[in-house]
């Protein structure tokens, strides 16, 4: 029997849900092996380029979003139980955040209320509508909560789903290098940063260099969207 070629394997996909999955997968593959070959450059984050790659490849087949998330959805599930994962390395790490619990809430606080006062008087001071502006102030947040919050104070989920993953990008790509430029060394506190400013790509990237880095980001990230969640509706 002879073996199927390429334009029939293209075929049967493109016809069923398998082909949202396989090109997902395929995608994240090539830029993880980017990645590497280019010795872990953060300007070729594998889910920048796997972003890439699927919006170029949706472009040139013309293959609707909602067909794509038809199997996508397959790997937008295993979101939930990889959330629920963090809980090891933050259990890993319990001594050293019961430490440096006072200063990690006092950060957390103060990053929240900096991070959406200053998108909001950006945006203010470069005429941004008032429904722009609502909608970037949560921008630092998860995806899921940050539109559930711009919903509740008047943006556009939308567009903050967006800008929520465009900020992710921004600060996964440039985080390592601020941090050298700024000298700070601690794990910890690069994990924290990263958390905040970045929420889940932030913490992707602080995997990639240690678990320390990534245990103190994961919960950042966690504490930051309940604290933003509280916060930015009364602000």
Request: net charge neutral; hydrophobic share 55%; aromatic share 8%.
């Amino acid at each position: 029997m002879a073996e199927p070629d390429l334009a029939t394997i293209w075929v049967y996909l493109s016809t069923t849900p398998l082909i949202g999955l396989t090109v997902t997968l395929v995608a994240y593959s090539m830029g993880y092996r980017l990645y590497l070959l280019a010795n872990r450059n953060p300007l070729l984050n594998p889910v920048v380029t796997a972003i890439a790659a699927l919006i170029t490849f949706l472009q040139l087949t013309d293959v609707s979003y909602g067909t794509y998330f038809e199997g996508a959805q397959f790997v937008h599930f295993l979101l939930g139980p990889a959330t629920v994962a963090l809980a090891v390395p933050l259990y890993q790490q319990c001594a050293k955040i019961r430490q440096r619990m006072l200063p990690l809430l006092i950060t957390l606080i103060i990053g929240a209320v900096v991070g959406a006062l200053s998108s909001l008087g950006i945006a203010w001071v470069l005429g941004a509508s008032i429904e722009t502006q609502l909608s970037l102030a949560p921008k630092s947040v998860t995806t899921p909560v940050a539109m559930g919050i711009s919903e509740q104070i008047g943006g556009l989920p939308s567009l903050t789903a967006v800008l929520v993953v465009a900020t992710g990008i921004i600060g996964a790509v440039i985080g390592t290098t601020l941090f050298r430029l700024l000298r700070i060394e601690d794990d910890a506190v690069k994990g924290v940063a990263l958390g905040i400013a970045a929420h889940g790509m932030g913490t992707a990237r602080a995997f990639q260099l240690n678990r320390e880095m990534g245990a103190f980001s994961g919960l950042a990230m966690a504490l930051s969207a309940l604290t933003t969640a509280v916060l930015l509706p009364w602000m």
